[in-house]
């Protein structure tokens, strides 16, 4: 067998499964692809900006043509909109591009990796992959404890992972928690600020002061959720120039395709698209909260674009729900077989994945 001759702990790497996609849905259920609301990967329902669709529009005339290898003018826009200079700037295929970069960087055999139990389960499928020790950290409340995760630095961690707002959970960590945490981090550790809802909450954190002291930090963000973009692939990452330079030297030439940067430059200065967005979002939270709520539905309050509500056999809710045309995320994969992951919606998709919830609920209540 050909296994024998690969990485063991390759072989041993339990693949992530992304949220159910729309057609093999149809496909495989016998529905129209139409009528069937997918509520599991934390979309935006507007869909792209209406700018960079037509930027992507124009881009193609010139698909037969290499692109631009550094990002020159996307770097230059995401440089200029923060107040910092193109070599802080990383673009990646979407920002799990990113955390590959730096897993090849800084991780080997001897390295560790530090990141909370219930966080973005990439994080782990990484340091497995790069034969790195992932050291899991409890959060209580579905809080990143980063108190727990400065005491369980050592000589060998060389990365921490803080996904804030976090996914699956959708909590945050406050300003004073994240300045107490970053006092207490020696140099040789490279802190990730995962921040790919970050224009969500009305209010965030400010870690990018860290990448402007000339920190070893890396802010990740991305185009895939406020703008609209997730099918491109395109992320990015804020660094202090060392960091940054290490990063461009792991990167692939050509990594992101000049349809996806077209789209991606446009979609940064349409404004407008993210407030109607955020507006969007505001409103489907508020919705579900309080329908939850009513039911005496147990749910943890989310700065995100999603909640994760306890349901009892996520895996099953999940299956029953799909079968009716409406997919949501089970959460087994995070430890969390109880629960499920809902993205918020338009208002019609959000009533319909209400109704499916309520009628499924209800049949395993009379059975």
Not at 53 to 75: S, T, V
């Amino acid at each position: 067998m050909i296994e024998q001759f690969a990485n063991r702990f390759v072989c041993d790497l339990v693949a992530y499964e992304p949220g159910k996609p729309i057609d093999e849905t149809a496909r495989e259920l016998g529905l129209d692809p139409s009528r069937i609301v997918k509520v599991a990967s934390n979309e935006n329902p507007l869909g792209p900006s209406p700018l960079a669709k037509e930027a992507m529009r124009k881009a193609i005339e010139e698909a037969h043509i290499y692109p631009d290898g550094g990002g020159y003018r996307l770097r230059s826009a995401i440089a200029d909109s923060f107040g910092m200079d193109l070599s802080n700037v990383v673009i990646g295929n979407g920002s799990n591009e990113i955390i590959e970069l730096l897993c090849h960087t800084f991780l080997n055999r001897e390295a560790e990796l530090i990141a909370a139990e219930h966080a973005f389960v990439v994080y782990k499928l990484m340091a497995t992959l790069f034969g790195a020790k992932y050291v899991e950290i409890p959060d209580p409340g579905f809080i990143h404890d980063l108190d727990a995760m400065a005491a369980a630095i050592n000589s060998n961690t060389r990365l921490v992972f803080i996904a804030n707002p976090n996914n699956p959970t959708g909590t945050m960590v406050d300003q004073d928690t994240i300045d107490r945490f970053m006092a207490k981090v020696p140099d040789h550790v490279i802190v990730v600020f995962d921040e790919a809802y970050h224009e969500f909450p009305d209010s965030a954190p400010d870690t990018l002061k860290y990448v402007r002291e000339g920190r070893n930090v890396c802010v990740l963000r991305t185009f895939s959720k406020i703008h609209g973009l997730a099918a491109l692939r395109v992320g990015y990452g804020l660094a202090s120039k060392s960091v940054a330079d290490l990063l461009q030297k792991a990167r692939q030439p050509f990594n992101v395709n000049s349809i996806a940067q077209a789209g991606a430059l446009a979609a940064l200065a349409d404004t407008a698209h993210i407030e109607k967005t955020r507006a969007v979002n505001r409103a489907g939270m508020a919705f579900y909260e309080k329908e939850f709520a009513t039911r005496g539905l147990e749910f943890v309050p989310s700065f995100a674009n999603f909640l994760l509500v306890k349901t009892g056999d996520g895996d099953r809710v999940f299956r029953d729900m799909l079968k009716q045309g409406v997919i949501v995320r089970a959460m087994s994969s995070y430890k969390l077989p109880d629960w499920i992951r809902i993205s918020i919606g338009t208002e019609e998709q959000n009533l319909r994945c209400l109704e499916v919830l309520d009628s499924v609920l209800a049949a395993t209540a009379v059975a």
